[in-house]
């Protein structure tokens, strides 16, 4: 089956501590995104990239990193400077021109 | 700033009413215009898309959305909801840089009284 596979599911971090969340397609999709999805904000995009090296900063980059050294992987580190980390992350992918994007299960992180 | 938005965060209905859930941008170009929905517990799946022609998409589970350019909206319509449509909808919008930041609006939560 082609899709989306963001793993953990769910993921506990200590306060000061750096994570990474995983994000693999197999769509051969160009594009693939990383959002965050907090009650009442709808989804902040953190980053983007359309092709493999390449990345781009979103609405909320502050405390994030991620890296496209494969078409198919776009990980998310969500590093201590990050100060409200908690939160549902979301990975998308799609084609670059005129289509829509699909997306994972998401990712809930907790720092405690 | 290129943005989108929607203004109704949450709405509540009985089964059976009407339902318009409202969705505007600001972006001066051609743009592609997204509904999502997200139902308790899923992810986040496509309603329906507008490209071009025809400015009224109609859409899955019985959805449709009108695209009015001079309005800047692009608006989502069901004329009957059902118990099954409580979720948290989305209206996503190409931005940016050679619109290629999918940008989402903040969501309006669905809730349909039995």
């Known amino acids: 089956d082609g899709g989306i596979t963001q793993s953990p599911k769910y993921l506990f971090r200590k306060e000061g501590q750096n994570v990474t969340l995983s994000c693999e397609q197999n769509?051969?999709?160009?594009?693939m995104y990383w959002y965050r999805q907090d009650p009442g904000q709808g989804l902040r995009l953190i980053y983007y990239?359309?092709?493999?090296?390449?990345?781009q900063k979103g609405d909320i980059a502050e405390g994030y990193s991620v890296s496209r050294e494969k078409k198919e992987s776009f990980p998310l580190t969500v590093t201590s400077a990050q100060k409200n980390p908690t939160a549902f992350y979301l990975c998308?992918?799609?084609?670059?021109?005129?289509?829509?994007?699909?997306f994972g299960q998401g990712t809930r992180l907790t720092v405690v | 700033a290129q943005s989108v938005s929607q203004h109704n965060h949450h709405v509540i209905l009985s089964e059976a009413a009407s339902l318009e859930l409202g969705c505007n941008y600001s972006y001066g170009g051609t743009v592609n215009l997204f509904w999502y929905v997200q139902y308790p517990g899923q992810h986040l799946q496509l309603l329906l898309k507008?490209?071009?022609?025809?400015?009224l998409v109609k859409g899955i589970k019985g959805f449709e959305a009108e695209f009015i350019k001079s309005k800047f909206s692009f608006n989502l319509r069901k004329p009957s909801v059902q118990w099954s449509d409580t979720a948290e909808y989305f209206c996503?919008?190409?931005?940016?840089?050679?619109?290629?930041?999918?940008?989402f609006g903040s969501g309006t939560q669905l809730t349909v009284l039995p």
């Open positions: 990239s359309q092709i493999v090296n390449d990345f």
């Open positions: 507008y490209f071009s022609g025809d400015p």
């Open positions: 998308a992918s799609r084609q670059t021109g005129d289509t829509e994007a699909f």
């Open positions: 996503a919008v190409p931005l940016g840089r050679s619109a290629r930041q999918l940008t």
């Open positions: 769509l051969n999709h160009d594009a």
